[in-house]
């Protein structure tokens, strides 16, 4: 089957900042779906709209229903960067789509700083435990981080200000490539309650203060930087197991304890 579902990635610019190929997508869609920002980004016509439901993979049947008609997807910047791009992959043959993507949020902010990309980590904050922040802290990284929400910011200071890593400077962009965009910078000591836009992400530059306890992500951390109750394998006896069994990236390890 010939290509007919496909992913447009739109930015803040609206349908203005769409490549020609994009805007045809677009345009020629019998069926669009989308968020309601993205889809009121889009003038009214004789497409049919799809809003996202929550969670999103209740509108995947959807979608299927209408295989063989042209639909397109709206998504934000790069659909395939922690976007909807990677989970209609997940359901749907890669033949039978076609994605354009545009410069994300990590592009953006990147570009903004001067930071080159590969020199950051990326995460996603949005529907995620914040906890996931504390494996990526070292001094002098450099993260960039989507946010969930206009909170994100504040409890992403308060954090790294209650872990000694206060002196971490937090710069946030809100409506990144849009006519509303802007930037807010500041120590994570600093930030206080200040609430952001909604839209926003967030670049960090790591700066341990004198009580930060930086670990590193190898085996054999300190027994103290665990939660338990005494029964715990030792520190040396930890790290020569794992280097021994040499676990490679997708596979899990059990310790299953004599109880």
Not at 178 to 184: D, F, H, K, N, Q
Not at 191 to 203: K, P, V
Request: net charge negative; proline share 7%.
């Amino acid at each position: 089957m010939k290509p007919w579902l496909a992913v447009v990635g739109i930015g803040e610019d609206g349908i203005a900042g769409l490549s020609a190929a994009a805007r045809a997508l677009v345009e020629t869609a019998e069926t669009l779906v989308g968020g309601e920002r993205h889809l009121a980004m889009v003038p009214p016509g004789s497409a049919e709209r799809l809003v996202w439901q929550r969670p999103l993979t209740d509108t995947i049947a959807a979608i299927a229903a209408r295989r063989g008609s042209r639909v397109t997807v709206l998504a934000s910047g790069d659909p395939r960067w922690y976007g909807v791009g990677a989970v209609l992959a997940r359901h749907f043959p890669c033949d039978e789509m076609t994605s354009l993507p545009q410069p994300g949020a990590f592009s953006l902010a990147a570009a903004r700083l001067g930071w080159a990309i590969a020199d950051c980590a990326i995460l996603s904050l949005h529907g995620r435990a914040l906890d996931a922040l504390r494996l990526h802290l070292a001094p002098q990284r450099r993260l960039l981080l989507l946010s969930e929400d206009g909170t994100t910011p504040r409890a992403v200071a308060r954090l790294l200000t209650e872990l000694g890593w206060g002196p971490s400077v937090l710069t946030v962009f809100e409506h990144l490539g849009g006519p509303r965009e802007a930037m807010l910078g500041e120590e994570a000591r600093n930030w206080g309650e200040r609430r952001t836009a909604d839209l926003n992400t967030i670049a960090l530059e790591c700066r341990a203060g004198p009580d930060a306890r930086p670990l590193p992500r190898l085996a054999g951390l300190p027994d103290d930087a665990f939660e338990h109750d005494g029964q715990l394998t030792k520190r040396e006896v930890r790290a020569m197991t794992l280097a021994a069994l040499g676990p490679l990236p997708g596979e899990t390890l059990w310790d299953i304890g004599a109880g």
